[in-house]
């Protein structure tokens, strides 16, 4: 999930709050969001998989007799996590996770990239932020990174990556140095550069001929959703609106939700178990339901992007094109070890409205299309007619 919030409510992980249930998706830090390796941990060679709320259990009473020990709770919490079989159970420092949050409120300390690791292992640069120092470096979408201050990437989660480019807490402050090791087709090149304090721009507009409206959305960052409908309610009255969620890996699920009400005039867009208990959300009524609309997707479409996605399907709202997306449809919950560290575990999944589970699956488009995607969604939108 780019970030992640809990599906009924505003997350709140002030201190003293309660923590309220989240998707996980990617760290986003240094401006690196991405996707963990495809093939999940193997368990502890025959144990039996825990329930997810035994899971926590376990995890938590490892970190709390570490610390009774004089130990590392969180080396014991990322230990008990490796164990378990949790694909996406993660462990943060407090540092860590404090600076996730932040960039889920779109600020962050970093150098403007955005980074997936592939089904080879080779970390992808999939975009580099305007003005950034990545892009004043001259990095390019589609370049490799190779190596983060002298250390080979190749083959790490993509946690690890950020991280590595966030450096440790004492030294990840703006005008900080980061040595990068690039790769672009044969050639091969190192650059360092500063880290910067940049805010994210999540929605960009562009208009398409024929007063068509594309509305790209990076992550659901906060604010994200209410942009969205702000950008639909300036669309041009008479033209349709792609909605493109391409390389999005997730986020605030509270904002895909925000999202879809524009789009939608109230009704049902995902449920979830947590634990075993159902759940459901609802978009608000008064979204916009006669607008042609297409969501172009791939796979780098992730979590709540998916979520978003499944429901203008399932609900017959939009017409989908690309690629089929990820596949990240589980519920994480935090909790917080006695050292300050946060422990992040699955607990549960959700569905489309139509009772799709997406988790491992990921969504088929109604139109497979890959580099072209965004001429078919217009040769499509001309064809779903004037909504006037």
Same mark, same amino acid.
């Given at each position: 999930?780019?970030? %992640?919030?809990?599906?009924?409510?505003?997350?709140?992980?002030?201190?003293?709050?309660?923590?309220?249930?989240?998707?996980?998706?990617?760290?986003?830090?240094?401006?690196?969001?991405?996707?963990?390796?495809?093939?999940?941990?193997?368990?502890?060679?025959?144990?039996?998989?825990?329930?997810?709320?035994?899971?926590?259990?376990?995890?938590?009473?490892?970190?709390?007799?570490?610390?009774?020990?004089?130990?590392?709770?969180?080396?014991?919490?990322?230990?008990?996590?490796?164990?378990?079989?949790?694909?996406?159970?993660?462990?943060?420092?407090?540092?860590?996770?404090?600076?996730?949050?932040?960039?889920?409120?779109?600020?962050?300390?970093?150098?403007?990239?955005?980074?997936?690791?592939?089904?080879?292992?080779?970390?992808?640069?999939?975009?580099?932020?305007?003005?950034?120092?990545?892009?004043?470096?001259?990095?390019?979408?589609?370049?490799?990174?190779?190596?983060?201050? !002298?250390?080979?990437?190749?083959?790490?989660?993509?946690?690890?990556?950020?991280?590595?480019?966030?450096?440790?807490?004492?030294?990840?402050?703006?005008?900080?140095?980061?040595?990068?090791?690039?790769?672009?087709?044969? %050639?091969?090149?190192?650059?360092?550069?500063? %880290?910067?304090?940049?805010?994210?721009?999540?929605?960009?507009?562009?208009?398409?001929?024929?007063?068509?409206?594309?509305?790209?959305?990076?992550?659901?960052?906060?604010?994200? !959703?209410?942009?969205?409908?702000?950008?639909?309610?300036?669309?041009?009255?008479?033209?349709?609106?792609?909605?493109?969620?391409?390389?999005?890996?997730?986020? $605030?699920?509270?904002?895909?939700?925000?999202?879809?009400?524009?789009?939608?005039?109230?009704?049902?867009?995902?449920?979830?178990?947590?634990?075993?208990?159902?759940?459901?959300?609802?978009?608000?009524?008064?979204?916009?339901?006669?607008?042609? $609309?297409?969501?172009?997707?791939?796979?780098?479409?992730?979590?709540?992007?998916?979520?978003?996605?499944?429901?203008?399907?399932?609900?017959?709202?939009?017409?989908?094109?690309?690629?089929?997306?990820?596949?990240?449809?589980?519920?994480?919950?935090?909790?917080?070890?006695?050292?300050?560290?946060?422990?992040?575990?699955?607990?549960?999944?959700?569905?489309?409205?139509?009772?799709?589970?997406?988790? !491992?699956?990921?969504?088929?488009?109604?139109?497979?299309?890959?580099?072209?995607?965004?001429?078919?969604?217009?040769?499509?939108?001309?064809?779903?007619?004037?909504?006037?």
């Amino acid at each position: 999930m780019s970030g %992640r919030d809990p599906f009924c409510e505003p997350r709140r992980m002030c201190r003293g709050a309660a923590l309220t249930l989240v998707f996980a998706s990617v760290l986003v830090a240094g401006a690196a969001t991405g996707s963990f390796s495809d093939t999940p941990p193997k368990a502890a060679a025959d144990a039996p998989r825990p329930t997810p709320a035994r899971h926590q259990e376990t995890v938590t009473r490892a970190a709390a007799e570490a610390m009774a020990d004089g130990k590392s709770p969180m080396e014991a919490a990322e230990r008990a996590v490796s164990r378990s079989g949790d694909r996406w159970g993660a462990v943060y420092s407090e540092g860590e996770f404090e600076e996730f949050e932040e960039a889920l409120d779109g600020r962050y300390t970093g150098v403007g990239l955005w980074a997936r690791r592939e089904r080879d292992g080779r970390i992808e640069v999939t975009r580099v932020a305007a003005g950034s120092p990545a892009a004043a470096a001259g990095i390019h979408e589609g370049d490799l990174l190779r190596s983060v201050d !002298g250390t080979r990437v190749d083959g790490r989660p993509v946690t690890e990556v950020v991280a590595l480019l966030r450096g440790e807490a004492d030294d990840a402050d703006a005008g900080t140095e980061v040595a990068l090791g690039l790769e672009r087709g044969s %050639r091969n090149w190192s650059r360092t550069l500063r %880290r910067a304090r940049l805010s994210t721009d999540s929605v960009t507009v562009d208009r398409l001929p024929d007063d068509a409206t594309v509305i790209k959305v990076a992550a659901f960052t906060k604010g994200v !959703g209410q942009a969205v409908r702000t950008a639909v309610d300036g669309a041009p009255r008479g033209g349709g609106i792609v909605l493109d969620l391409r390389g999005n890996s997730g986020g $605030l699920v509270t904002e895909a939700v925000t999202a879809a009400s524009a789009f939608l005039d109230g009704g049902l867009v995902a449920t979830y178990d947590v634990n075993g208990a159902q759940r459901a959300l609802h978009a608000d009524s008064g979204g916009d339901t006669a607008r042609p $609309l297409v969501t172009l997707v791939d796979g780098g479409t992730m979590s709540a992007a998916e979520l978003l996605t499944g429901a203008l399907q399932d609900r017959g709202r939009a017409v989908v094109v690309g690629s089929r997306t990820f596949g990240k449809g589980s519920v994480q919950m935090p909790s917080r070890l006695p050292d300050g560290s946060v422990a992040e575990l699955t607990v549960g999944h959700y569905r489309t409205p139509a009772g799709r589970s997406v988790d !491992g699956r990921g969504i088929t488009p109604d139109l497979e299309a890959d580099r072209e995607s965004l001429r078919r969604a217009e040769t499509v939108l001309s064809g779903l007619g004037d909504p006037s």
